[in-house]
């Protein structure tokens, strides 16, 4: 009986002492400050606190209201002598979805960490915390537009672009991001500091190395960061149609006579093909138009023919001596359609080269220039692009006078 007695009291002394040793839940809650006065230089307090038993960790800032402001929802911590710390800027996520991060108001604070184990065991602590704030606004984007909403990225010069507009009413540093149809994110703006002022962005409807998108609706999203640590994000829709590169090809070129007279007529043949996936915008004197070796695209016919801007292509002719520098490259210019013009699609003004189309274009141009040789080639020129198939079939035309 005394020996079971004595069993006993062993039993409940380790017990006791067993008791005595365990490791709190939750423990060591200090914070590296007790003051916070966040000015955009970066400032912050750390709050440490040390883990007993694997337990899911919630952070909070409350204020004197109570108001809470959650830091850590529910993150799992290993148990560790070590102390856990975490930083304080002063910021607090929202779960808006407009204004995702605040700073938060000049007050005081209770710094809350609350420890729930595996087993249903909580432990909470808190440490003071005082903030004081600029209470500047956050950086709210206003009055943001997209015009047009719907945009046609295939080098016509009609809706290529849209320009994105927005206000800030403080400084911040603006992201701005494409979501294409199927999810992926696209970079267009990157980290740039803008004042508070209107702004304007031109989209293309590329990537940033400059890969046409396909067609479909286009989120962009404008992520706006001030100094003191607010995130405003807001986003709106874009819709590409007629996407695509405009591409067209000189398939033949002849010229003839390759010897003549001073005054005789050169007669250029002249074949092409729309081998892009886009409709190609054209205009000029129609095939069969006669110029001279004096005359220039932009001289004749009042001037109708001086090079528009953007969109528009055309073929042309030009010589090896020809002097007049990258701007007057290629003096003789023709539209390139298999229409005539009175029933272009603007009838006598421009016309429409569709994917999959050929045409032919006779091109002549009457001798006047004394010299015994000329080189003659072709070419296709997009106004204020620039020169494609650049001095095909060069030929050399003799000249007698």
Not at 43 to 71: C, F, P, W
Not at 152 to 180: F, K, M, W
Not at 290 to 316: C, H, L, M, P, Q
Request: hydrophobic share 35%.
């Amino acid at each position: 009986m005394i020996r079971w007695i004595l069993r006993a009291l062993i039993m409940l002394c380790a017990l006791l002492i067993a008791g005595c040793s365990t490791t709190p839940l939750l423990s060591n809650i200090t914070i590296s400050a007790p003051t916070l006065s966040p000015s955009g230089a970066g400032e912050s307090v750390t709050i440490s606190y040390t883990i007993g038993k694997n337990a899911a960790v919630t952070v909070e800032l409350v204020d004197a209201k109570g108001v809470r402001y959650l830091l850590r929802d529910k993150v799992q911590r290993k148990a560790s002598t070590d102390a856990y710390q975490l930083r304080i800027d002063g910021t607090a996520p929202t779960g808006d979805p407009v204004l995702q991060q605040r700073a938060l108001p000049s007050g005081t604070y209770q710094a809350v960490v609350t420890a729930q184990s595996a087993s249903g065991e909580q432990s909470t602590g808190q440490v003071d915390l005082t903030i004081r704030s600029a209470d500047t606004p956050p950086p709210m984007i206003q009055n943001l537009v997209a015009f047009p909403t719907s945009i046609s990225p295939n080098a016509d010069g009609r809706n290529d672009v849209s320009e994105i507009t927005y206000q800030l009413p403080v400084t911040a540093t603006v992201d701005i991001s494409i979501t294409t149809p199927d999810g992926r994110i696209l970079p267009f703006i990157t980290g740039e500091e803008s004042g508070p002022q209107v702004h304007r962005q031109v989209w293309n409807g590329k990537t940033t190395d400059g890969q046409i998108l396909p067609n479909g609706e286009y989120r962009y999203t404008i992520r706006a960061l001030d100094l003191y640590g607010n995130i405003v994000v807001t986003s709106d829709k874009i819709t590409i149609t007629d996407s695509g590169q405009p591409e067209a090809t000189i398939t033949y070129s002849y010229m003839a006579p390759q010897s003549l007279l001073l005054g005789d007529v050169l007669t250029v043949t002249i074949r092409i093909e729309n081998t892009g996936t886009v409709p190609i915008r054209t205009y000029g004197p129609a095939s069969g138009y006669e110029y001279t070796t004096n005359d220039v695209f932009s001289s004749i016919a009042d001037g109708k023919y001086t090079a528009k801007s953007g969109g528009f292509w055309r073929i042309g002719v030009d010589w090896d001596a020809n002097s007049g520098g990258a701007a007057k490259r290629y003096p003789y210019r023709w539209a390139m359609t298999p229409r005539t013009p009175d029933k272009w699609k603007v009838p006598y003004v421009e016309d429409e080269f569709l994917p999959g189309e050929r045409c032919e274009v006779i091109a002549r141009i009457k001798i006047l220039q004394q010299e015994n040789k000329m080189g003659f080639y072709v070419g296709l020129i997009q106004d204020g692009v620039g020169f494609f198939q650049d001095k095909s079939g060069r030929t050399i035309i003799k000249i007698g006078f």
